[in-house]
């Protein structure tokens, strides 16, 4: 799978978002490949319309508080640590899907020097939300660490995967594409894709989808 746009890519947790949608952006167009699913395997994009604002800035795509496909239930998980000499002053905010980010729900924290903040179900835990999905934007006043886990309940613990999160540099930049490989559809796995606009103005995206042979066999636009 090649993505194009603005800026961004990585790979990442699955049934985050239904198929075919994709936070704040609309997307159209056609593929050659099975639309069916079940459970287990994901893919993921940052795209950045323009650079970001502040230099201790990351981007965790795909965040969720939903149930899922098979009595499914992901929530994600948010670890923020610092592993410098001094506090550390952040702030974590959530831009829900297919709206303007720009006005999403804020929070601030403080880290000690050497300290880990860890919430288990940060849709709950910091913003109150009994349901929803979409994106994170950590930004701080140091360096820290960021990582987002994504998991659901299963017979004997969780499954599920981490997300690390994206700086400036992790992002896809105009005219040079992102590539995800690994991308599969079969009646037991599924790959889904989430496209976060890391900037503050709208892009344009196109995703082409290859076969394991490098023939294009779908293709969709989205802003």
Same mark, same amino acid.
């Given at each position: 799978m090649r993505i194009q746009g603005g800026y961004g890519a990585w790979p990442g947790p699955d049934r985050l978002l239904p198929p075919a949608t994709? !936070?704040?952006?609309?997307? &159209?167009?056609?593929? *050659? %490949?099975?639309?069916?699913?079940?459970?287990? /395997?994901?893919? #993921?994009? +940052?795209?950045?319309?323009?650079p970001l604002a502040a230099q201790n800035t990351w981007i965790v795509p795909a965040v969720a508080r939903t149930p899922g496909a098979n009595g499914a239930r992901w929530t994600t998980g948010l670890t923020l640590w610092n592993g410098g000499p001094t506090a550390v002053s952040l702030s974590v905010r959530f831009t829900p899907h297919d709206t303007d980010g720009?006005?999403? !729900?804020?929070?601030?924290? &403080?880290?000690?020097? *050497? %300290?880990?903040?860890?919430?288990?179900?940060? /849709?709950?835990? #910091?913003? +109150?939300?009994?349901?929803?999905?979409?994106?994170?934007?950590?930004?701080?006043?140091?360096?820290?660490?960021?990582?987002?886990q994504t998991s659901t309940p299963g017979a004997s613990g969780t499954y599920g995967q981490s997300v690390p999160a994206l700086s400036a540099a992790g992002l896809v930049r105009d005219g040079a594409p992102g590539t995800i490989a690994g991308v599969f559809e079969d009646d037991l796995v599924r790959t889904n894709l989430a496209l976060a606009n890391a900037g503050l103005a709208p892009v344009d995206v196109e995703v082409a989808l290859y076969s394991k042979d490098g023939a294009q066999i779908g293709r969709a636009s989205c802003r």
């Open positions: 994709l !936070p704040g952006m609309r997307c &159209s167009g056609s593929t *050659g %490949a099975r639309g069916a699913s079940h459970v287990l /395997l994901a893919a #993921l994009a +940052g795209v950045l319309a323009a720009r006005g999403g !729900p804020e929070r601030s924290l &403080s880290l000690p020097p *050497g %300290a880990v903040d860890v919430r288990v179900d940060v /849709l709950e835990e #910091l913003f +109150g939300l009994a349901e929803g999905w979409g994106a994170l934007r950590v930004t701080s006043n140091g360096l820290i660490g960021v990582l987002a």
